[in-house]
Each structure stands twice: as structure tokens, then as C-alpha cells.
């Protein structure tokens, strides 16, 4: 498949997903998370991959819903269309672990694609956020769920009630993120934790991870 929304590539066993939307902040359009969702099921059904890193530009992990896209759009159109369970939910079934790699924003639909991955890896300059509220609406895809599991309703709710962004310090320490590196430690860090992860046993990786997954979803 070509694609013209992602770069997809594939080193040693890591498979590398980049939105490369610069002009629109990687805004998540349809055809970008058509093209997200096959390459997505290209590479779990890979079997020399053993981990995939899902990230963005210096500048955007992703600033969000294409807006441009929606905003005509009905309540019914959206629901008929499935608009975000058919490309975004995708993210969250691939059996390899995925890592969400952040640097720059991550707002609204791009912090819920980020949280769909199984942990996010952050730069220093990464910022957090779901300002959905400022433009009359709500985080439609997790925002509120998601993070309200990650970092407790407190912060959650004052996140979704303002629309304020969250540094990527900030994040680590509610839970948001799993480690932050400086600008020059984060390629090669989030290289080390790829590679440390895909060379692990790979029916193992899946089953730890789906064991975790079922473990945060259910009671005891």
C-alpha cells in the first residue's frame, strides 16, 4: 500500500509508525487513519516485529480531530460512519506491545491515540492535553475515560472542564507517562526500550501485555 498521510518503516524488529501530516499538526484525518489501521494490521501480522512505536513530528505527536473534516457533520453522519472506532480503536488491538512516542502536542484525538497505546514515552518538550471544551464539545475518544483511569478524576476533570495543557514532567508524575528524556536522550532512549521490548519472547510480549490489559480492566 502507498501511503501519503504516515511513514511506515521497519528496523530490526521494531515497526516505526509516523504521522506525517506537518502542515495540519498530523490533525487525524479519515484517510490518515485508514492508512494508520492497515499499517497497523501489516505489521502485527509480521512476524519478525516484536514491538511498534507509534509517533509525530518535533513539533505535533498529533494537535488533534481534523476539525476542518467534521465540523459539517451531524450527530448521525458521525455515528453512521463509526467515525472513530473504525481506524483509532485500531491502536488499541494490536497484540504487540505498542509505544506511543511524544514530542511536541499531543491535544484532543492525539492525547486518546497516545493513551491507546500501551505507554507513552514523552520528550521534555511534550505537551498534554484535551481542549475539546473550548471549542464546544467533549473528548470523544477516551478523553474521558482513558485519562480519567490514568491520572484519577481530579486531574482529569480539571483537564476536560479547561482545556489547560499538561507539561510532560506533569504528565510522568500523575501517571500519564511513563518516562520523559530530554531532547537528546529521547531517540536513543526510545530506541533502547523498542529494541529491550521486541527482543523479548514474542508470545510472551503479547500475553504480558493482554494480561496487564485485563488486569487494569477488570475487578481483582
Same mark, same amino acid.
Given at each position: ?67 476542518? @473534516? ?18 483509532? @480503536? ?36 511534550? $505537551?498534554?492535553?484535551?481542549? @475539546? ?21 481530579? =486531574? ?34 526510545? =530506541? ?13 510480549? $503479547? ?9 487494569? @480492566?477488570?475487578?481483582?
Amino acid at each position: 500500500m502507498v501511503y501519503e498521510n504516515i511513514i511506515v518503516e521497519r528496523k530490526d524488529s521494531v515497526g516505526i509508525i509516523t504521522l506525517n501530516r506537518p502542515k495540519a499538526l498530523n490533525a487525524l484525518s479519515a484517510d490518515l487513519t485508514r492508512e494508520l489501521e492497515a499499517a497497523l494490521q501489516d505489521l502485527d501480522n509480521d512476524a519478525a516485529v516484536g514491538c511498534m512505536i507509534l509517533t509525530g513530528s518535533d513539533k505535533a505527536f498529533a494537535a488533534g480531530a481534523d476539525i476542518k @473534516e467534521m465540523q459539517f457533520k451531524t450527530f448521525m453522519d458521525v455515528y453512521l460512519l463509526d467515525c472513530i472506532t473504525v481506524g483509532w @480503536e485500531h491502536v488499541a488491538k494490536v497484540r504487540y506491545p505498542i509505544i506511543a512516542a511524544v514530542s511536541g502536542y499531543a491535544l484532543g484525538g492525539g492525547c486518546e491515540m497516545a493513551m491507546m497505546c500501551d505507554f507513552i514515552i514523552a520528550r521534555d518538550d511534550a $505537551k498534554f492535553g484535551q481542549p @475539546e471544551i473550548n471549542i464546544g464539545a467533549i473528548p470523544g475518544a477516551g478523553g474521558t475515560q482513558r485519562l480519567t483511569r490514568s491520572i484519577g478524576k481530579s =486531574k482529569a476533570m480539571l483537564a476536560v472542564l479547561t482545556g489547560d495543557m499538561m507539561s510532560a514532567d506533569e504528565a510522568e508524575n500523575c501517571g500519564l507517562v511513563a518516562k520523559v528524556f530530554k531532547g537528546e536522550e529521547f531517540d536513543i532512549s526510545l =530506541k533502547d526500550i523498542a529494541d529491550r521490548i521486541a527482543n523479548q519472547s514474542k508470545p510472551l510480549a $503479547k500475553l504480558a501485555k493482554q494480561a496487564v490489559n485485563v488486569a487494569f @480492566e477488570t475487578t481483582l
